[in-house]
């Protein structure tokens, strides 16, 4: 069903209210703004399968009342960004929610993976992808568009009671609890825009009193941007802030010596920004930032990477979960030299299966010895 006006959105709102589940998904572009603009919001129940167009219908907001029942679990597959933009277009998240590709990962598929590949997978159909890297904005839509559309979320219901018929089965759906509850944090979708310097591409060029100035320029890049609506690099690119943080650029003329830098500010911009450069510099050193990074000056851990691994690796046989799913390399090589926050084998369900064991590991507290061909991990005498 195709929803175009107000009346027929309210209506399957309505319908929707008697079912136990909602799929949703979204299409949108972001090339040319900074916030993403939705131009077509899939949603399913076991019944129906809606596709609704923002830019014909009224007001969003009568979703509310399905997106926040308790008795309606919504559905999603990769559903990061169909969050952070009903976030930005309802005012809320939905609860509770239920993310296919985070759940696949417990159940022995690789990790992130794709939604044409899980239906392949679960429900044995092979979705066309023609129109995956189409322009939404455009009207009207083809049918072949429409068709994709409503392929992305018709499969989630058949999907979700698949999963949890197997996770149930290993008992394992309490485990994806601090997962959607993390997908459901309004916090997770509402950024510091002075902790952005930490995503600026070459950014770990730069020695800590550089990174206060980038920290500074980068804040201001992310407000103008949203203010304008526009793309970051419309307003001077990553590499850009990087190259003036680099030269220490306190004047306007220091500014236009980076390359394109005259072109993209104007000379009231390029006052701004530099000031901001030298605030950053003269900040007292107690305040520069540290990059969450590994230096030369880290020791190597190869030997605790070698025994974590060989952990990793036997809990990942023993659940039948792909070994880079429970934790990468880099994961582990960020445990072992000290790190504890925004480390995902930390986290859920990971932490759970092995995480602890690990940090057992790294203090000494656990050993490992063969037992024939069988590892075994066993606690100090």
Same mark, same amino acid.
């Given at each position: 069903?195709?929803?175009?006006?107000?009346?027929?959105?309210?209506?399957?709102?309505?319908?929707?209210?008697?079912?136990?589940?909602?799929?949703?998904?979204?299409?949108?572009?972001?090339?040319?703004?900074?916030?993403?603009?939705?131009?077509?919001?899939?949603?399913?129940?076991?019944?129906?399968?809606?596709?609704?167009?923002?830019?014909?219908?009224?007001?969003?907001?009568?979703?509310?009342?399905?997106?926040?029942?308790?008795?309606?679990?919504?559905?999603?597959?990769?559903?990061?960004?169909?969050?952070?933009?009903?976030?930005?277009?309802?005012?809320?998240?939905?609860?509770?929610?239920?993310?296919?590709?985070?759940?696949?990962?417990?159940?022995?598929?690789?990790?992130?993976?794709?939604?044409?590949?899980?239906?392949?997978?679960?429900?044995?159909?092979?979705?066309?992808?023609?129109?995956?890297?189409?322009?939404?904005?455009?009207?009207?839509?083809?049918?072949?568009?429409?068709?994709?559309?409503?392929?992305?979320?018709?499969?989630?219901?058949?999907?979700?009671?698949?999963?949890?018929?197997?996770?149930?089965?290993?008992?394992?759906?309490?485990?994806?609890?601090?997962?959607?509850?993390?997908?459901?944090?309004?916090?997770?979708?509402?950024?510091?825009?002075?902790?952005?310097?930490?995503?600026?591409?070459?950014?770990?060029?730069?020695?800590?009193?550089?990174?206060?100035?980038?920290?500074?320029?980068?804040?201001?890049?992310?407000?103008?941007?949203?203010?304008?609506?526009?793309?970051?690099?419309?307003?001077?690119?990553?590499?850009?802030?990087?190259?003036?943080?680099?030269?220490?650029?306190?004047?306007?003329?220091?500014?236009?010596?980076? !390359?394109?830098?005259?072109?993209? /500010?104007? %000379?009231?911009?390029? =006052?701004?920004?530099? @000031?901001?450069? *030298? &605030? +950053?510099?003269?900040?007292?050193?107690?305040?520069?930032?540290v990059l969450d990074r590994a230096s030369k000056s880290e020791p190597n851990v190869d030997a605790q990477l070698d025994l974590m691994e060989?952990?990793?690796?036997?809990?990942? !046989?023993?659940?039948?979960?792909? /070994?880079? %799913?429970?934790?990468? =390399?880099?994961?582990? @090589?960020?445990? *072992? &030299? +000290?790190?504890?926050?925004?480390?995902?084998?930390?986290?859920?369900?990971?932490?759970?299966?092995?995480?602890?064991?690990?940090?057992?590991?790294?203090?000494?507290?656990?050993?490992?010895?063969?037992?024939?061909?069988?590892?075994?991990?066993?606690?100090?005498?």
């Open positions: 069903m195709y929803i175009d006006n107000q009346e027929s959105l309210e209506a399957f709102v309505e319908r929707a209210r008697s079912s136990s589940v909602l799929a949703i998904d979204t299409e949108f572009l972001r090339e040319k703004t900074y916030y993403a603009r939705l131009c077509l919001l899939q949603l399913a129940t076991d019944e129906e399968v809606a596709i609704v167009d923002p830019f014909a219908v009224d007001d969003l907001h009568v979703l509310v009342p399905l997106l926040s029942d308790p008795g309606i679990v919504k559905l999603f597959h990769a559903g990061g960004q169909d969050l952070e933009i009903l976030y930005r277009e309802v005012g809320m998240l939905p609860e509770p929610i239920f993310d296919t590709q985070v759940a696949a990962a417990l159940l022995g598929h690789t990790q992130q993976i794709g939604y044409g590949a899980l239906v392949h997978s679960i429900c044995g159909v092979n979705l066309k992808k023609v129109d995956s890297y189409t322009d939404w904005s455009r009207r009207p839509l083809s049918e072949s568009q429409l068709d994709y559309a409503a392929d992305d979320v018709a499969y989630l219901p058949g999907i979700y009671r698949e999963m949890c018929a197997m996770l149930d089965e290993r008992g394992r759906r309490d485990w994806l609890a601090p997962d959607f509850a993390e997908l459901s944090d309004p916090a997770r979708y509402e950024a510091d825009p002075r902790q952005r310097f930490r995503r600026l591409k070459r950014v770990s060029s730069l020695s800590r009193r550089q990174l206060s100035a980038a920290r500074e320029v980068a804040a201001w890049r992310e407000e103008q941007a949203a203010r304008r609506d526009v793309p970051r690099k419309w307003v001077i690119t990553d590499e850009q802030i990087v190259e003036a943080c680099k030269r220490e650029a306190r004047t306007i003329d220091e500014l236009f010596m980076v !390359r394109g830098m005259r072109e993209k /500010l104007p %000379t009231r911009d390029a =006052r701004a920004v530099a @000031a901001l450069v *030298a &605030r +950053g510099l003269d900040a007292p050193q107690d305040e520069w930032p060989a952990v990793v690796r036997l809990r990942a !046989r023993e659940n039948g979960i792909a /070994l880079q %799913t429970l934790a990468s =390399r880099d994961d582990l @090589a960020r445990l *072992a &030299r +000290g790190y504890r926050d925004d480390v995902d084998v930390l986290r859920g369900w990971r932490r759970s299966m092995v995480g602890e064991e690990l940090l057992e590991l790294l203090a000494g507290r656990l050993a490992l010895r063969l037992d024939g061909a069988e590892l075994r991990v066993e606690p100090v005498a």
